[in-house]
């Protein structure tokens, strides 16, 4: 697709970047030189001249490192085809010949690349000056150097050297001078870049919009709501020459800019009310997600300069104490999707960082080297490493106590955790006292032979119902592994029992309890004595006689509280005896981590009711405290390691957490503060790193105009089409950062130029030049989103409920709540269809830019949603207290609420036959027909 585009634009120079380095000339041979191949000179056994083979190591080598050999090199032949060496091209494919020597429209190479038969390489169509190198190439006889070596790929040192040096995106932003064009049509620089690439290509912009239509395209842009009428009289009657301005200034001082822009951050954040799906049975909806909506929001509003914005919700906890509104910037971390494996969270962390704000595809290198960037694994396992220690924390955002209903949250959430508390309380009593007692369940199971068949066989749901716990079967295991010894006193008899087994024990008995019982013997006289009086014929019995003994030292361990202290009041042998089962890691002292492994399903099943309920508490108590779903780092923060195929399971070389290689000017520097989020940061949004500016540039600029500047606004790699505008792409980046990253002040220069004051009228001879309009010369008329659909409607018939902030509600569902879409219920893991039919971005992974699709569920849902019904409605309802009221004034009423404009006189005609030709049909009327027609309209729809 992008070389049908680039096939039907017309050609332009696009104004080169500096190098930091070499030319391009000297950086090729530097490059062949390093992949051991010949000096690009002639010799007497090539036959070309030397301006051919320097061509060649100019223009052809690096086309075919860049696109060809990694699947036609040394180590991979798709279609038996090699490009790596000049023989292997004239022997061709599997297919046959695919080059005829001086004459590339013959050659089957050239039409691939052309896209005419096979479309290679097929990630996209190569940029036109390499396609034309290589039909010169072929057309000149194919020049190539002494084969000594065939071209190989690229090694990623050599990657990065390149991708550094020659890419446009890792260039410094310049500053650049707006060209002199002439004529008075420019208002500011913006207008010189943008015509002078007109007059280049011999177009003209479009006149400038009329008034009426350019306050309604300002306010949709800035708030995301149409004009009012009073609002566009006001507007077009003002013929100062500061009224434009003075709209501008006015709107991004409205509460509502943060609602309209706010959203377009939420897309890059993948904002969510829900964590997505998890079985663990738990209500999936995030506690304080809109603590982040109203954080961004507010952030907007504020106009808080992009480059602190970045770093608030990165690493506000660095900077920010408790109670402050920036720790809720740290919901960016936290809303994402909810995986089951933590290494997915992770990378969803990374991603919405790196994708979302600097443009790459980092992810890419979580199981191998980037395929085209220069990031490898080492680069994404450094980032790994900053967001995994981690912990996550609600932090307040501001008085606990700020909603004066929150006595009344405190009281039913202190009685929920004390509820909490006293199950915790219970089930430990319970552990500790079964630990205590069930001797005999927990030492047969140690030393039988058939233990681990036994564990296999009682799962946990069975060995629950025999009032066992598999945790402490496997504390008594691991105790008797280490304690039992055959000559020990007390475990002796047992760990001689345990290596003859169960049978062999029963035949042998009644030697081994001579043994035992004899004279002089080596077992504890308590033990001598329980044996010779049980005399105990099966493992059975004898782990019976055990149980009897130790039951009174755990009878007396539960009386002093569970301190093992008591044992110091005891003499002789029973002394001994409790000494030995209380010795060391002993089963029956168990600390808070055992008493967790402990607890049966059964109990965390309580466990989650309750807090399953304390977190639906604090999501729907309006009187909860201001909490934010945040991070804070870990104490002991490790070096990460590779994982190698993105397996945990296979740990490779330890990396340092650290920023991107590409985007670092010096050499690496290891982040030491923690997990290194802060320094993360900093470094995004570092004056040396050319993206973090052109990536919101860019984005601010698609806001306006429909069309981002670079066509992937989420990957500005080298596999993405250069700026149409790259000198005015960094005007707007340097502009950015010389007015102090003030969101604010970029819209206000965008709009404040002609081009995007231009007409939106179509001029056919221009579009067929130049169909996607990417030289702008005129502006694009653009569909309103979901949310400025339903927001514009409820604002045009009057219920708009425009306050800020605030838990979601539910707006799909009746009775339909008036509050803008922002503040709408957004569930990840079912999100509503309609919510997909007109666009809305999936939230499982940030959205760097919404589709635009065009499909009957949209047209079907605008004319029978009992949403729209009720708004066309409430336009009628206007009147009904007005029988006096004419209806053309009806008419003219339902115009101006909805499109800002009287009707022309053919509307006029056709609605009024219609409306005085129709009956009534229950509470639905002619006029509300009308009013559906006109919300539903193509101008309503889209601005201009």
Known sequence: MEGTRNDRVPAHPIPTYPLRTKPMRIFASAIAALLGLVPAVATAETNFPAEQIEFFEKS?????????????????????????????????????????????????????????????????????????????????????????EPIAPQTFDERLVTDKNDHWAYQPIQDPPAPETGGDWAKNEIDRFVEHRLQANDMTPAPLTDKATLIRRATFDLIGLPPTQAEVDAFVNDDSLAAYERLIDRLLASPQYGVKWGRVWLDVARYSDTRGYLNDGQDRRFP?????????????????????????????????????????????????????????????RIDVVTRGVLGLTVTCARCHDHKYDAINMADYYGLYGVFDPLHE????????????????????????????????????????TE?????????????????????????????????????????????????????????????????LGEEAYAEQHEALLAKWTAEGSSVNPAIREALAAAKPATLMALVDTYDELLKPIGQAYREAGFDRSFVDKLEGDQKAIAQAVLHGNSPLALNDGDV??????????????????????????????????????????????????GDPGRRGDKVDRQFLRVLDESDPSPYTQGSGRLELAED?????????????????????????????????????????????????????????WSLKTLHKHIMLSATYQQSSEDRPEL?????????????????????????????ASGGLDDALGGRAVKILEDPYPPRRTVYGFV?????????????????????????????????????????????????????????????????AQLFRAVLQRSPQPEEEAMLLDYVQNSEQKGDWSAWDNVAQVLLVSNEFMFVD
Request: charged share 30%.
């Open 60 to 148: 052809v080598r690096p086309v075919f490192l860049k696109h060809c050999v990694e699947c036609h090199g040394a180590e991979k032949q798709e279609a038996g085809l090699r490009l790596d060496g000049r023989a292997a091209i004239l022997k061709g494919s599997d297919e046959g010949k695919i080059v005829v020597e001086g004459k590339p429209d013959e050659s089957g190479l050239i039409h691939a690349i052309r896209y005419e038969t096979y479309e290679m390489p097929p990630a996209a169509k190569m940029p036109d000056e390499e396609i034309a190198a290589i039909e010169k190439w072929v057309k000149l006889g194919m020049p190539w150097p002494v084969e000594a």
């Open 288 to 348: 304080y997600a809109h603590a982040y909506r109203d954080y961004v929001i507010d952030s907007f509003n504020r106009d808080t300069p992009y480059d602190e914005f970045i770093k608030e919700q990165l690493a506000a906890d660095y900077f920010a104490q408790e109670g402050d509104r920036r720790l809720a910037g740290l919901g960016l971390i936290r809303i994402g999707r909810q995986f089951l494996k933590h290494q997915d969270t992770i990378d969803d």
């Open 393 to 432: 924390t609600m932090p307040l955002v501001g008085p606990i106590d700020a909603d004066p209903r929150y006595p009344e949250f405190k009281k039913r959430h202190d009685e929920l955790q004390q509820e909490l508390a006293n199950h915790h309380a219970n089930v430990e009593k319970s552990i500790r």
């Open 435 to 499: 630990a205590s007692t069930h001797f005999f369940d927990f030492i047969v199971r140690a030393i039988s032979q058939k233990q681990d068949v036994e564990v296999a066989k009682y799962e946990q749901n069975e060995l629950e119902a025999k009032n066992v716990r598999p945790h402490l079967v496997n504390k008594w295991k691991g105790f008797a592994d280490r304690e039992f010894k055959p000559e020990h006193p007390i475990w002796g008899p047992l760990q001689e029992t345990r290596a």
């Open 596 to 645: 967790r492994a402990a607890a049966f399903t059964s109990d965390r099943r309580v466990q989650k009711e309750i807090e399953g309920k304390i977190r639906a508490h604090e999501i729907d108590s309006p009187g909860a405290p201001p909490r934010a779903m945040a991070v804070s780092d870990r104490e002991k923060v490790g070096k990460p390691v590779i994982f190698l195929r």
């Open 684 to 740: 995004i949004v570092a004056d040396d790193n050319p993206l973090t500016a052109r990536v919101i540039a860019n984005r601010v600029w698609m806001g306006h105009f429909d069309r981002p500047l670079v066509l992937t606004p989420g990957d500005f790699g080298v596999r993405s089409d250069p700026p149409t505008h790259p000198l005015l792409l960094d005007h707007l980046a340097s502009y950015l950062q010389k007015n102090g």
């Open 767 to 795: 579009r067929q030049r130049d169909p996607e309009n990417r030289l702008l010369w005129k502006m694009n008329r653009r569909r309103l989103s979901f949310e400025e659909m339903r927001d514009g409607m409820l604002a």
């Open 827 to 891: 569930d990840r893991q079912d999100l509503p269809n309609l919510y997909r039919a007109f666009d809305y971005p999936s939230p499982d992974a940030t959205s760097p830019e919404r589709s635009k699709t065009s499909v009957p569920q949209q047209a079907l849902y605008l004319l029978n949603s009992p949403f729209v019904a009720r708004q066309a409605q409430r336009l009628t309802d206007r009147w009904k207290d007005q029988p006096e009221i004419s209806d053309e004034e009806k008419l």
